[in-house]
């Protein structure tokens, strides 16, 4: 990370390129910064050996006197959190930065007696003590700030549109659980008002996924029945903008929600909410209503779960503590007997010659394995044959690849941190086509004509893809 020392005015602002500050001294301050584990952190400190320890694990940090604060280096940071050793240093703070924390700014400030306070500030959390800042209440605090933005930007959107407004809710190819549970989530918190029309770009195939919407009684419509004129806001859950514009959907969105790591390419969304350490998008809307109190009826608590449960397979892979604290949450409101219809779904009968054909054709190089079905009618069987696979004794990463229409899509599953599954969806193909995931998990597509190579070469050219992984593992 940069190392940054006594700025000045003429300094780019884009230095201080973060979207939280922690302002400080002492072990409360040191423990704040270690346990955020975020790169987007600023920390600024006053003490010598605070500087130097973050120094050394390469934190983004800045040391000056907190009389020197200014706005060049705070102004355009969107939280703000104070966590000192004294009341004298948590005055000086506020006294230094009162004249540039603006109303949309989040700011968390430790309490002690007598200190002031912005009493006119929206968006500002006390903390008792230095001890009880911990990740929960950094996301507690978080989740209140988004939802208080969100109600603003319908309170303005209500005005413009004479206080009724039509809301599309897109899916991003085929909805998985997460998906449909997140959208759905976020719909019942919208107003009265706001009418949600539910659509994706792909039907919903999967089993249990038809089974979710039926329980939860929606409708989702085609993409190409819908005109997006007819809405005045768009929102995706679970997926991001530049996912739709790759695969060729210019679509101006207002609101967008997600866990996966945020895309670069991501065009300005009015309302935003992506936070990459979540396990699944249902845990962050799950917190809202945790964190709000507002009431979670069962359909939805069970729906939430049962997202949660499918994104982090059962809760083994890519669980934070964020998603341990909601399924704790979410459990004590669910449907038990619905939940365990929807995780014991049956694989359908139409899929056998596909597992057949799959034992046929597999190859494998050292812990790496490989399988081409050629042309399926139901598409998923390629995930779940991708994650068959991966419980064989030794087999670390599958690749599973199978042509659906006019693309071809690719299903990667990893055991291994290094080989990251999402990472290898996106190289796949590189501006050819689009990939996406996380280290566990990845799919690539690719449009036949747009392959670089001949469609009867796409075995050999997975075979080559696993045999490279695995002459790389042995070096």
Wanted: charged letters at 25%.
């Amino acid at each position: 990370m940069t190392l940054i020392m006594e700025p000045t005015a003429a300094q780019d602002k884009k230095q201080f390129n973060c979207s939280m500050v922690v302002i400080g001294n002492g072990p409360a301050f040191l423990q704040t910064i270690i346990m955020m584990e975020a790169k987007d952190i600023l920390a600024v400190t006053n003490n010598d050996a605070d500087f130097h320890y973050l120094e050394r694990i390469e934190a983004k940090v800045l040391k000056l006197d907190f009389q020197s604060l200014s706005s060049s280096i705070l102004s355009e940071v969107q939280y703000k959190v104070i966590l000192v050793s004294s009341l004298t240093h948590s005055n000086q703070i506020i006294r230094a930065i009162s004249s540039f924390i603006h109303e949309d700014d989040l700011l968390l400030v430790v309490k002690y007696p007598k200190m002031k306070r912005f009493s006119t500030h929206t968006h500002y959390y006390v903390i008792d003590t230095a001890d009880q800042f911990d990740k929960k209440l950094w996301h507690r605090s978080m989740t209140l700030y988004k939802m208080a933005k969100m109600s603003e930007f319908f309170k303005t959107r209500m005005q413009e549109n004479q206080k009724r407004i039509k809301i599309l809710m897109l899916f991003f190819g085929s909805p998985d659980p997460d998906a449909i549970a997140s959208s759905i989530a976020l719909a019942k918190l919208f107003p009265k008002q706001v009418i949600p029309t539910y659509a994706s770009t792909a039907k919903v195939k999967r089993f249990e996924n038809r089974a979710l919407v039926s329980y939860l009684k929606i409708q989702i419509q085609d993409i190409s029945q819908i005109n997006l004129s007819d809405y005045q806001v768009i929102a995706c859950c679970d997926a991001q903008p530049d996912f739709f514009k790759k695969s060729g959907y210019d679509i101006p969105f207002d609101i967008c929600i997600d866990h996966h790591p945020e895309s670069e390419c991501n065009p300005q969304v009015p309302f935003c909410d992506i936070r990459k350490n979540h396990g699944a998008c249902s845990t962050i809307l799950a917190q809202y209503y945790f964190y709000s109190k507002k009431p979670l009826p069962k359909t939805l608590a069970t729906a939430l779960l049962f997202g949660i449960k499918t994104d982090t397979a059962n809760f083994t892979r890519s669980v934070y503590d964020n998603d341990s604290y909601m399924m704790t949450y979410l459990y004590k409101k669910v449907d038990r007997e619905i939940l365990k219809r929807f995780q014991f779904s049956r694989i359908p009968k139409r899929t056998l010659k596909y597992f057949k054909r799959a034992y046929n054709r597999f190859i494998y190089e050292g812990s790496f394995l490989m399988c081409h079905l050629g042309k399926v009618g139901y598409l998923d069987i390629g995930a779940i044959i991708a994650e068959h696979f991966l419980k064989i004794q030794g087999i670390n990463v599958t690749i599973v690849s199978c042509i659906s229409e006019d693309r071809l899509v690719v299903f990667i599953r990893s055991k291994l941190s290094k080989y990251n599954a999402g990472d290898i969806a996106i190289n796949l193909f590189g501006d050819k086509g689009v990939g996406g995931g996380h280290p566990e998990m990845g799919r690539a597509e690719c449009i036949l004509a747009n392959l670089p190579y001949s469609p009867k070469d796409i075995e050999d050219n997975m075979h080559n893809l696993i045999k490279d992984m695995n002459s790389k593992e042995r070096i």
